[in-house]
């Protein structure tokens, strides 16, 4: 199925000549700010799709709820499952954002580039003035929310990406972004055996490792949270409920690191962080859709998430 030139339906096309998962580039990627071809900083003009599964965009959603920007973006949400026809709007009323009109995300990505061939992602950001697509760098996007919009932030606001540890911050996040949160698709997405394995190890050394810093600090950075610790936190969340079995990054559980799953559990007892993990909508995300191996759509009862509510001790 076609809407514009995205193609919509189609298994991960983006695998390199070793079986290996190489993540396509944004498309949409002028920064917000106050210069010459930079996106106007303006309350009420943004509208911020995302999907509870999906982990690029549940780390906008937990940052914009952190720093009190709910009121300044607007938010909307698509289904869980992703269909046939792409991200769906079927939460709304009659089907359709109630802002937007568009009953499947691959519609506003065609009316703003009719070329636009990749893939039609959340999180995306739509001008609401123009409605169009006008930015979907789910990389960059939190640093927006905590930098130029902070003239919008609620009064008790954290900082979330502090001066002083800016280098620092996006140094981990590159690492977290490679090893980790694309890290797990790499292993799930993997069309040879090396580059499964690869991946893998590259998964496990990882926490391995944030599992000692975790021994001796609360948070990545310390005793306050950063922007790492959302794009961590957003990974760790779906681990034991889908990639340690639909990826295959199953060396061990989330809950076999004692701190790693401590720290988890302080975060998601955040409202900001627990609100938004959606453990049910996770799980039908990626067991079940057109890009899941599958057939008989089997959506398995485990494993136990209240555990996730006890006391963490951090
Ligand atoms: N924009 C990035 C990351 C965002 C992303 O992959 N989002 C997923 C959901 S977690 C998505 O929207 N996929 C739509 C599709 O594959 O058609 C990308 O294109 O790789």
Redesign the pocket.
Known sequence: MTIGK?V?SEK?K?IDKNGKFV?????FTAPFGDQAGMLPVEAGRYRLLW?A?????HRSIIAIKLLGLENVISIGKASPV?TKQ??EFSLDPNGVDPVLGIRY??EIYAKTDPDYS???????VVDVKTGKVVN????NLTYYWETVFKPFHKADAPDLYPEHLRADIEELNQTLFHELNNGV?KAGFAQSQQAYEDAYNLVFNRLDELEKRLSHSRYLFGDHITDSDIRLYVTLARFDVAYYSVFNTNRNRLVDFPHLWAYSRRLYQIPAFGSTTDFQAIKQ?YYLGD?AKNPYDILPLGPDVSIWYTSNNR
Request: proline fraction near 9%.
């Open positions: 995205i919509t991960v983006e993540r396509q580039h944004n498309h999907a599964v999906c982990p690029w965009a992703r792409g991200w995300l691959p990749g893939r039609a992602t959340v999180p995306t979907n760098d789910y990389f698709y995300g890009h």
